[in-house]
C-alpha cells in the first residue's frame, strides 16, 4: 500500500494488488462527538449513502467495496484524466459537470468541493469522487446563496466562464449573486 495524499483529517492510500483507494477518516474531536450524536453522518457511511443518491440521479461514482465510519474502499476507475485538464477544451464535458451541478441544486446535495479537480473523465463520462464531504440537505436548510458562493470561489480562472450559464440553467437572474461573490470582494 502507497500513501498518495494526507490531508488535515484523511489519508489516502492505493492498494496497487486490489486497484483500491483506501481513505481512512481521523476527525477533530468536535466532529466525533457530532457522528456519536448522529448530528452529521460519520464520513465513510456518507460517501456510501451520497454514492448511492447521485447512482440514482445517473451521476457515475467509484464502486464502493468497504464503507465504514472512519475508512472507505474504493475500486480504481482507471481515469482517463482530471475533468480540470479537459474541461476548458470540451463543450460536452462543460455541459457534463454543469449537469451535475444542476442535479445536485436541484435534489439539494450541498458540497463546498464541487470544483473540476473532484471530478475524473472516464470515457468521456464524468466520475464523481470525493464524495464524504457532501451533505444530504433533503430534510435540512439548503443555503442556495452559499452553495453558488462557495462553487465560484473553487472555479479555475479558465473555468469562471461556467458561472453564469448555470445561473442560466437555474433560471436565476444574471446579478442573482452580484456583490456577494469572492470575485466581488477582491475589486
Keep these: 500500500m502507497k500513501l498518495i495524499q494526507t490531508g488535515k483529517y484523511s489519508r489516502v492510500y492505493y492498494d496497487a494488488a486490489s486497484e483500491s483507494f483506501i481513505k481512512e477518516f481521523s476527525p477533530k474531536f468536535e466532529d466525533k462527538l457530532r457522528y456519536l450524536l448522529r448530528f452529521k453522518p460519520y464520513p465513510g457511511m456518507n460517501f456510501a449513502h451520497i454514492a448511492q443518491r447521485l447512482g440514482r440521479l445517473g451521476v457515475v461514482t467509484p464502486e464502493i467495496t468497504e464503507a465504514k465510519p472512519y475508512r472507505l474502499v474504493t475500486r480504481d476507475v482507471h481515469a482517463d484524466a482530471p475533468l480540470c485538464d479537459e474541461i ?47 451533505k444530504d440537505c433533503r430534510w435540512l436548510p439548503f443555503n442556495r446563496k452559499e452553495f453558488l458562493y462557495c462553487w465560484e470561489s473553487v472555479l479555475g480562472k479558465n473555468e469562471k466562464f461556467l458561472f453564469p450559464q448555470l445561473l442560466i440553467r437555474l433560471g436565476l437572474p444574471a446579478d442573482f449573486m452580484h456583490g456577494q461573490l469572492k470575485a466581488d470582494k477582491r475589486h
Excluded: M, P
Design 88 to 134: 476548458a477544451d470540451s463543450a460536452t464535458l462543460q455541459q457534463q459537470y454543469l449537469d451535475v451541478l444542476e442535479l445536485c441544486w436541484r435534489n439539494r446535495l450541498f458540497c463546498r468541493g464541487l470544483h473540476t479537480r473532484n471530478f475524473l473523465v472516464k470515457g468521456g463520462q464524468l466520475v464523481a469522487i470525493d464524495l464524504d464531504a457532501y
